[in-house]
């Protein structure tokens, strides 16, 4: 069974700094999905990749398929960046059955 | 606008009495999913639908059910014989299995 790893589980940053939450999992995936859960609890998604590196803004997520690890980065974070971050994968293979989360990281941008 | 909707936002019930949880999309996706997200974990696959007419069980579907009777409606029942119903529950859709998933805004329900 796939797990998903995400650290750190909770982050707090002052306005301006670099941030980095990272992502393991254990098993053969074909994407990857970062996603951004505000405190009302609706969840947009982010990125989805299966290689590389991709950049939206101050946004930007990274996969290395070999070490099976993913990296997002906020940079200039902003307290509007503060959410809960959550790290998705979908397993190929056997059918449309969804994705397996990672629990999230906790973010918090203090202005 | 296109988009997924759940209604409602939030959902009182009782012990032992059904509730069913809307949800709706008008993006024309194929699969549609429902999620399940308790205090401290990661969401869970209750039920996917790839097709009208067509779902398969998840992670954590007992004590659920689902129809598909639509492309653009997949109702969630949550039963009685779901011993602890109490949590945030998510709809999203993709327009294909493995592509990207769009999210609506949850239903928190509560059973007391």
């Known amino acids: 069974k796939n797990e998903v790893e995400q650290s750190p589980q909770n982050l707090t940053a002052q306005e301006g700094e670099f941030i980095t939450i990272n992502c393991s999992y254990s098993v053969g995936i074909s994407a990857l999905h970062w996603l951004q859960q505000h ?39 902003h307290p509007r960046d503060s959410a809960v971050y959550i790290c998705a994968v979908s397993i190929p293979g056997g059918g449309a059955d969804g994705l397996t989360f990672g629990k999230g990281t906790h973010l918090i941008i203090q202005p | 606008d296109g988009g997924i ?7 009182f019930r009782k012990e032992g009495q059904n509730v069913t949880l809307s949800c709706e999309q008008n993006l024309n996706h194929d699969a549609m999913y429902w999620y399940r997200q308790d205090p401290g974990q990661g969401l869970r696959l209750i039920y996917y639908s790839q097709i ?3 779902f398969q069980k998840g992670d954590i579907a007992e004590g659920y059910s689902v129809s598909r009777e639509k492309k653009e409606s997949f109702p969630l029942t949550v039963t009685s014989a779901q011993k602890n119903p109490t949590a945030f529950y998510l ?6 299995a493995y592509y990207e ?12």
């Not at chain 1, 009302?40 to 998604?45: A, E, K, L, Q, R």
């Not at chain 2, 709809?91 to 294909?96: G, P, Q």
């Not at chain 2, 998933?101 to 007391?112: A, I, N, S």
């Open chain 2, 91 to 96: 709809c999203a859709s993709s327009a294909a």
């Open chain 2, 5 to 11: 909707t759940q209604s409602p936002k939030y959902l």
């Open chain 2, 52 to 54: 009208v007419n067509d």
């Open chain 1, 39 to 77: 405190p009302g609890g609706g969840i947009v998604s982010l990125f989805m990749l299966s290689s590389g590196k991709k950049k939206h803004g101050r946004l930007i997520a990274t996969i290395n398929i070999q070490e099976k690890h993913s990296s997002l980065h906020i940079t200039a974070s």
């Open chain 2, 101 to 112: 998933q769009y999210f609506g805004p949850g239903t928190r329900l509560t059973v007391t």
